[in-house]
């Protein structure tokens, strides 16, 4: 039922195939699409079509806003005044009275307000999941306090339901199983449910912020751990104006060039060089302030890499930098990415026709839309499923694209990203990197042989031997392991 009333809602505000896209459609569709419209409501009349979208899904709940939040980013895509229409779903949500923000934060720090502020202003922001209010502690600190809205969780659960069940009909449909939409629907649910506790959230803001500090890319404030609890979470002011006020870009002395790629080599950064990233960077959640310098807020959904799949990432982005295709195909195989059934050349092929016609030049003069329709025709072409544990990685990488864009519309993706990946595959790769991952993985063996030794003298006492003119057969096999890999390593260093 729930999921039947989200269709109803966009179609009663005819925000499903909106009249002003009729042209666009072929005769079939448009048939289908006129013929829903004998449903709509007043609502249908009012306002331009992304208005009309927002105002539907802001009407649908957490997961339909989520939605309009990363559709707001591809401007490119859908149209500037579109994306500006779901703008408003970031940060400009109807917020719920400060008395009750006030009543929630003295019952979750568990004391009188006043013990930890000296001033509690109204909402300065209210998005989906909650809104935060601009105060200031008793050491005279300025701070952004977070506040869960009333009720969110049995909204979100009931959100979650509607999601799988939209996930499971999905599933039923071949052509979309490819996608994954269990996996993807999953995904979704477990990071929106993490974001439902302002505890985790302060840790992975604290964690972040350390991930920041390192590259310098990126700054966080820092968590004021004693207004932290599972519905507040309190951090330090962040300064600047936020990218989704329109007059953030025309700030005085702002370098439009220098901020987009920060913005790329901040998250590039995160990903590979700590295998944690913020996987929700729109609009509302950046702050900027000149010459280019980027504050990140809301730290609710957050991405992880394994280590191998770094290096995967880091390996295909420096492929299409250096433009080695053959190499691109190879890596994408031992991931697993394509099926081994499938010809590598072939595959290498496809990858230099998405590669040349955009390496290089601007963002101005890539259309996003053509390219993503034609990597969504490769992955078809090659059997190639929608990998669960890539799917934050790939949504923000998404929106990433899609700021950058809009701060500077002459950026380029892949100068702004080369400075990051060659310093990880300098020191990831390099003979160095190889001899240090070759002791590691002898430290290792030899602690496994010697607690296997350990174990079968353990199992089997024997009387004490007597005296040997030889080695103890695991110390020479430990100690030919390690001569083993000290010759490899000497020998890859020397190459």
Known sequence: MRLAGLVWTLVRADALAPREIDPLLPPSWRFLARSLRVFAGRRARQGRPGERLAGALERSGPVAIKLGQFLSTRGDILGQAFADDLGRLKDQLPP???????????RAIGKPLGDLFVAFGEPVAAASLAQAHRATLIDGRDVAVKVLRPGIERRVARDVKTLMLAADIAHSWPLARRLEPRAFAATIARALTL??????????????RVAMDDSGFMHAPKVVWDGVARRVLTL????????????ALEQAGLDRAATAGDLVRGFLAQALDHGVFHADLHEGNLFVEPPSRI???????VGRLAPAERRYLAEILWGFLRRDYARLAEVHFQAGYVPASHDKGAFAQALRAVGEPVFGRPAREVSMGRLLGQLFDITSLFDMRLRPELILLQKTMVTVEGVARRIDPDHDIW?????VVRRWMARELSPAATVRSLAAEARAALTVLASVAAERRTEAPAPAPAASDGLDPWIAFALGAVCSALAFALALWLK
């Open 96 to 106: 719920f009275p400060t008395a009750l923000a006030r009543a929630e934060v003295e």
């Open 195 to 208: 974001e439902l506790d302002l505890r985790m959230e302060a840790a992975a803001a604290d964690e972040l």
């Open 236 to 247: 330090e002011w962040a300064h600047g104006m936020a990218l989704s006020d329109p007059s």
């Open 295 to 301: 504050a990140v807020v809301d730290f609710g959904i």
């Open 415 to 419: 100068q702004a990203a080369e400075p």
